[in-house]
T-cell receptor, first 113, second 111 residues
């Protein structure tokens, strides 16, 4: 069974631009969470979607947004990019039967210049 | 306010010896704990978990111990192998809340 797929793998953007990242969860998984990983900061929770509804939200500014489609695929958007947004963005999905165990994609490496 | 803390950023262990990675948490509502392993340029992969109703869970070379009174858990890897070299993240969850991760510990297993 295919794992979590994130696209693109790498991205370079300029300050002030906006970016959209995509995540396809494991088939049958309805929960999708997004995390930001920066050096020395671990994984910081951005938001979680379940059945197209945002269920939890982390402590990030409103420039960070997301959505989930009826097929459980999810996108996150960052507007007005700042240099500090450079990070690895990870998406994780989990199944209704085991909601706590998250399966991660390989991530999207975003570099803002 | 860091709810999950991994106070050792790095750890070096000789091949064949035991690796012990530690994690502390502050939120009493956490009732499920997980360890993830991460290689460079890959997403974290689930390693082992433990529920708060247990104090030990074992899976092959990996054992997780939970001390609820001390709000402390540890991951033991015995024997350590060079392929275990990676960053290990401790994570915790309570109820319907998302996973909260520590900052990770980089384990280097030296041959």
């Amino acid at each position: 069974k295919a794992g979590v797929t994130q696209t693109p793998r790498y991205l370079i953007k300029t300050r002030g631009q906006q970016v959209t990242l995509s995540c396809s969860p494991i088939s049958g998984h309805r929960s999708v969470s997004w995390y930001q990983q920066t050096p020395g900061q671990g994984l910081q929770f951005l938001f979680e979607y379940f059945s197209e509804t945002q269920r939890n939200k982390g402590n990030f500014p409103g420039r960070f947004s997301g959505r989930q489609f009826s097929n459980s695929r999810s996108e996150m958007n960052v507007s007005t990019l700042e240099l500090g947004d450079s990070a690895l963005y990870l998406c994780a999905s989990s199944s209704p039967g085991n909601p706590t165990e998250a399966f991660f994609g390989q991530g999207t490496r975003l570099t803002v210049v | 306010d860091q709810q999950v803390k991994q106070n050792s950023p790095s750890l070096s262990v000789q091949e064949g010896r035991i690796s012990i990675l530690n994690c502390d948490y502050t939120n009493s509502m956490f009732d499920y704990f997980l360890w993830y392993k991460k290689y460079p340029a890959e997403g974290p992969t689930f390693l082992i978990s433990i529920s708060s109703i247990k104090d030990k869970n074992e899976d092959g070379r990996f054992t997780v111990f939970l001390n609820k009174s001390a709000k402390h858990l540890s991951l033991h890897i015995v024997p350590s192998q060079p392929g275990d070299s990676a960053v290990y993240f401790c994570a915790a969850s309570g109820g319907n809340t998302p996973l909260v991760f520590g900052k990770g510990t980089r384990l280097s297993v030296i041959a």
